[in-house]
Protein backbone atom coordinates (compact mmCIF):
# COMPACT_ATOMS: atom_id res chain seq x y z
CA UNK A 1 0.00 0.00 0.00
CA UNK A 2 1.54 3.44 -0.89
CA UNK A 3 1.28 5.57 1.72
CA UNK A 4 -1.10 9.16 1.15
CA UNK A 5 1.39 11.12 3.38
CA UNK A 6 2.13 14.05 2.46
CA UNK A 7 6.20 14.40 1.27
CA UNK A 8 8.10 17.25 3.43
CA UNK A 9 9.05 20.65 2.65
CA UNK A 10 12.62 19.40 1.52
CA UNK A 11 10.62 17.89 -1.65
CA UNK A 12 8.96 20.90 -3.57
CA UNK A 13 8.58 18.87 -6.73
CA UNK A 14 5.68 15.88 -5.61
CA UNK A 15 4.40 14.20 -8.80
CA UNK A 16 6.82 15.91 -10.96
CA UNK A 17 10.17 13.38 -10.06
CA UNK A 18 9.71 10.06 -12.36
CA UNK A 19 11.02 8.10 -9.04
CA UNK A 20 8.10 9.20 -7.13
CA UNK A 21 6.00 6.12 -6.17
CA UNK A 22 8.65 3.44 -8.30
CA UNK A 23 7.42 1.13 -9.56
CA UNK A 24 4.03 1.78 -8.85
CA UNK A 25 4.16 4.46 -11.90
CA UNK A 26 4.20 1.31 -13.93
CA UNK A 27 2.36 -1.64 -11.99
CA UNK A 28 -1.13 -0.98 -10.44
CA UNK A 29 -0.58 -4.17 -8.14
CA UNK A 30 1.99 -6.05 -6.72
CA UNK A 31 2.38 -9.47 -5.22
CA UNK A 32 1.95 -10.09 -1.50
CA UNK A 33 4.05 -13.67 -0.69
CA UNK A 34 3.29 -15.81 1.75
CA UNK A 35 5.92 -17.29 4.36
CA UNK A 36 9.02 -16.44 4.38
CA UNK A 37 8.74 -16.54 0.78
CA UNK A 38 9.85 -13.44 -1.31
CA UNK A 39 10.90 -12.04 -4.89
CA UNK A 40 9.49 -10.57 -7.72
CA UNK A 41 7.54 -14.06 -8.01
CA UNK A 42 8.03 -15.16 -4.70
CA UNK A 43 10.34 -17.99 -5.54
CA UNK A 44 12.94 -17.17 -3.09
CA UNK A 45 13.60 -17.17 0.56
CA UNK A 46 13.69 -14.07 2.86
CA UNK A 47 16.84 -12.76 3.67
CA UNK A 48 18.11 -15.12 6.61
CA UNK A 49 16.18 -18.23 5.50
CA UNK A 50 17.04 -20.85 3.22
CA UNK A 51 15.41 -24.49 2.08
CA UNK A 52 12.43 -25.35 -0.10
CA UNK A 53 10.19 -24.27 2.27
CA UNK A 54 12.30 -20.94 3.41
CA UNK A 55 11.84 -21.97 7.40
CA UNK A 56 14.95 -22.90 8.01
CA UNK A 57 17.39 -20.29 9.35
CA UNK A 58 20.47 -19.42 7.96
CA UNK A 59 22.94 -17.10 8.95
CA UNK A 60 26.22 -15.94 6.84
CA UNK A 61 29.28 -14.33 8.06
CA UNK A 62 30.76 -11.34 6.36
CA UNK A 63 34.72 -10.95 6.66
CA UNK A 64 36.61 -7.57 6.39
CA UNK A 65 38.16 -7.04 3.33
CA UNK A 66 41.51 -6.65 4.97
CA UNK A 67 41.02 -9.93 6.68
CA UNK A 68 40.54 -12.03 3.76
CA UNK A 69 42.65 -14.39 2.43
CA UNK A 70 44.29 -14.40 -1.37
CA UNK A 71 41.89 -16.93 -2.21
CA UNK A 72 39.16 -15.26 -0.89
CA UNK A 73 39.99 -11.59 -2.41
CA UNK A 74 40.30 -14.05 -5.99
CA UNK A 75 36.98 -15.62 -5.59
CA UNK A 76 35.09 -11.96 -4.94
CA UNK A 77 36.90 -9.98 -7.68
CA UNK A 78 35.86 -13.32 -10.03
CA UNK A 79 31.95 -13.02 -9.06
CA UNK A 80 32.18 -9.58 -9.54
CA UNK A 81 33.79 -10.16 -12.91
CA UNK A 82 31.46 -13.12 -13.57
CA UNK A 83 28.54 -10.60 -12.69
CA UNK A 84 29.82 -8.13 -15.46
CA UNK A 85 29.36 -10.66 -17.97
CA UNK A 86 26.10 -11.61 -17.48
CA UNK A 87 22.98 -10.23 -18.18
CA UNK A 88 20.41 -10.42 -15.45
CA UNK A 89 17.58 -12.80 -16.08
CA UNK A 90 15.27 -11.21 -14.00
CA UNK A 91 15.66 -7.44 -14.83
CA UNK A 92 15.50 -4.62 -16.64
CA UNK A 93 16.45 -0.70 -16.49
CA UNK A 94 14.56 2.26 -17.57
CA UNK A 95 16.11 4.08 -20.69
CA UNK A 96 14.03 7.07 -20.13
CA UNK A 97 12.25 9.27 -17.17
CA UNK A 98 8.55 9.03 -16.68
CA UNK A 99 7.54 12.03 -18.83
CA UNK A 100 9.75 10.56 -21.87
CA UNK A 101 7.69 7.49 -22.04
CA UNK A 102 4.70 9.08 -22.04
CA UNK A 103 3.28 8.42 -18.38
CA UNK A 104 4.21 4.98 -18.59
CA UNK A 105 2.34 4.08 -22.20
CA UNK A 106 5.61 4.23 -23.88
CA UNK A 107 8.13 1.75 -21.96
CA UNK A 108 11.75 2.29 -23.09
CA UNK A 109 13.56 -0.57 -21.01
CA UNK A 110 16.69 -2.36 -21.86
CA UNK A 111 18.78 -5.58 -20.57
CA UNK A 112 21.89 -4.94 -18.52
CA UNK A 113 24.61 -7.20 -16.87
CA UNK A 114 24.04 -7.95 -12.77
CA UNK A 115 27.20 -5.67 -11.79
CA UNK A 116 25.82 -2.50 -13.90
CA UNK A 117 22.56 -3.06 -13.12
CA UNK A 118 22.90 -2.23 -9.18
CA UNK A 119 25.62 0.62 -10.32
CA UNK A 120 22.03 1.98 -12.03
CA UNK A 121 20.54 1.28 -9.23
CA UNK A 122 22.58 3.10 -6.87
CA UNK A 123 22.63 6.34 -9.46
CA UNK A 124 18.91 6.59 -10.12
CA UNK A 125 18.94 6.39 -6.73
CA UNK A 126 20.97 9.47 -5.73
CA UNK A 127 21.00 11.38 -9.58
CA UNK A 128 18.95 14.94 -9.67
CA UNK A 129 15.44 15.34 -10.32
CA UNK A 130 14.77 16.13 -13.91
CA UNK A 131 11.51 18.91 -13.78
CA UNK A 132 8.81 19.04 -16.30
CA UNK A 133 9.76 22.17 -17.77
CA UNK A 134 13.21 20.31 -18.66
CA UNK A 135 15.25 21.92 -15.87
CA UNK A 136 17.23 20.29 -13.02
CA UNK A 137 16.79 20.49 -9.46
CA UNK A 138 20.24 19.03 -8.05
CA UNK A 139 19.65 19.41 -4.04
CA UNK A 140 18.02 15.87 -3.60
CA UNK A 141 19.75 13.13 -3.12
CA UNK A 142 16.94 10.09 -2.10
CA UNK A 143 19.74 7.80 -1.06
CA UNK A 144 22.28 9.65 0.96
CA UNK A 145 20.86 12.67 2.20
CA UNK A 146 17.37 11.40 3.30
CA UNK A 147 16.85 9.49 6.71
CA UNK A 148 16.62 6.20 4.37
CA UNK A 149 20.11 6.21 3.64
CA UNK A 150 20.79 3.23 5.91
CA UNK A 151 17.94 0.63 5.46
CA UNK A 152 18.09 1.49 1.38
CA UNK A 153 21.98 0.79 1.60
CA UNK A 154 21.19 -2.36 3.37
CA UNK A 155 18.68 -3.67 1.56
CA UNK A 156 20.57 -2.52 -1.62
CA UNK A 157 23.68 -4.81 -0.45
CA UNK A 158 21.56 -7.91 0.57
CA UNK A 159 20.02 -7.70 -3.42
CA UNK A 160 23.17 -7.24 -4.60
CA UNK A 161 24.63 -10.17 -2.83
CA UNK A 162 22.09 -12.15 -3.80
CA UNK A 163 22.62 -11.66 -7.71
CA UNK A 164 26.23 -12.24 -7.11
CA UNK A 165 24.80 -15.65 -4.94
CA UNK A 166 22.41 -16.33 -8.49
CA UNK A 167 24.85 -15.97 -10.80
CA UNK A 168 28.12 -17.72 -9.09
CA UNK A 169 26.18 -20.63 -8.05
CA UNK A 170 27.30 -19.82 -4.44
CA UNK A 171 25.04 -19.50 -1.72
CA UNK A 172 27.61 -18.72 0.84
CA UNK A 173 28.99 -16.03 -1.06
CA UNK A 174 29.15 -12.65 1.10
CA UNK A 175 30.27 -8.55 0.27
CA UNK A 176 33.02 -8.33 2.56
CA UNK A 177 32.89 -5.27 4.46
Request: with cysteine; glycine share 8%.
Amino acid sequence: VISNAPVGTQFPFSGIDDRENWPFVFYNRTCQCQGNFTGYNCGECKFGYTGPNCDIRRNLIRKEIFKMTTAEKDKFIAYLNLAKRTISPDYVISTGTYEQMGNGSIPMFADINVYDLFVWMHYYASRDAFLEDGGVWENIDFAHEAPGFLPWHRLFLLVWEREIQKVAGDENFTIPY
